[in-house]
């Protein structure tokens, strides 16, 4: 199977600080990838795509300024979180897709970022 | 509603027990679904891909969709301790590279000795 990396895999930070987050696929490449957080027993709720040589897309609700992407490479895209408050505490989460036969794109997660806040 | 309805459990079965794992959409355009499994503080492990109705066998994992009824199910033969673990569904209604994942909210299995 594909192999998605993130770094780090947890990282504590005091509140008001920028914390920034790396996806990488390390056996394929990527012109788009996503951004997931998951709170406690939920669901990864998508927050944005990524897409390589471009804006990102964001979903509603999910503030832009706040969560900074950057896909600066096929095999790379980072997630800033600036200036961090306890409630972006999470378990954030990067998807990469991978092209397949038959135009079946499949989308492989990283290993995710434990975020806290203090 | 949600588009995709699935059981949060915990469901808890003995070591050796046939596991049925279902999901349940409302959005017709679906049509490719997928089963991911998630550790404990881990990452989604892509499990099975199904592209529209069908059946779809991987050793002791075998996917059903039945996209007439909106439902689709993982079933896992001979259960072990090892499968203990959150099971998501996801689906989309395309593929390419723009294509957004929709998923379940997770089913929590625990397989006893």
Excluded at chain 1, 64 to 93: G, M, Q, R
Excluded at chain 2, 21 to 32: E, H, I, R, V
Aim: overall charge positive; charged content about 20%; glycine content about 6%.
């Amino acid at each position: 199977g594909a192999v998605v990396s993130q770094h780090p895999s947890r990282v504590i930070c005091k509140s008001g600080t920028s914390v920034k987050i790396e996806c990488r696929s390390l056996d394929f490449q990527a012109t788009t990838m996503f951004w997931y957080r998951q709170f406690p027993k939920q669901s990864l709720m998508l927050m944005a795509t990524s897409n390589e040589g471009s804006k990102a897309t964001y979903e509603q609700g999910v503030e832009k300024d706040k969560f900074l992407i950057n896909h600066a490479s096929l095999t790379l895209s980072t997630l800033t979180v600036t200036s961090a408050h306890p409630e972006d505490s999470s378990f954030y989460i990067c998807s990469a897709n991978r092209p397949g036969l038959d135009n079946t794109d499949t989308q492989y997660f990283g290993p995710g970022t434990r975020l806290t806040v203090l | 509603q949600k588009e995709v309805e699935q059981d949060p459990g915990p469901l808890s079965v003995p070591e050796g027990a046939i596991v049925s794992l279902n999901c349940t959409y409302s959005n017709s355009a679906f049509q490719y679904f997928m089963w991911y499994r998630q550790y404990s503080r881990k990452g989604p492990e892509l499990l099975m891909y199904t592209y529209s109705s069908g059946n779809k066998e991987d050793g002791r994992f075998t996917a059903q969709v039945d996209k007439s009824s909106k439902y689709i199910s993982l079933f896992i033969r001979d259960s072990q301790p090892s499968d203990s673990a959150t099971y998501l569904c996801a689906m989309s209604g395309r593929t390419g590279t723009a294509s957004k994942l929709t998923f379940g909210t997770g089913t929590r299995l625990q397989v006893t000795l």
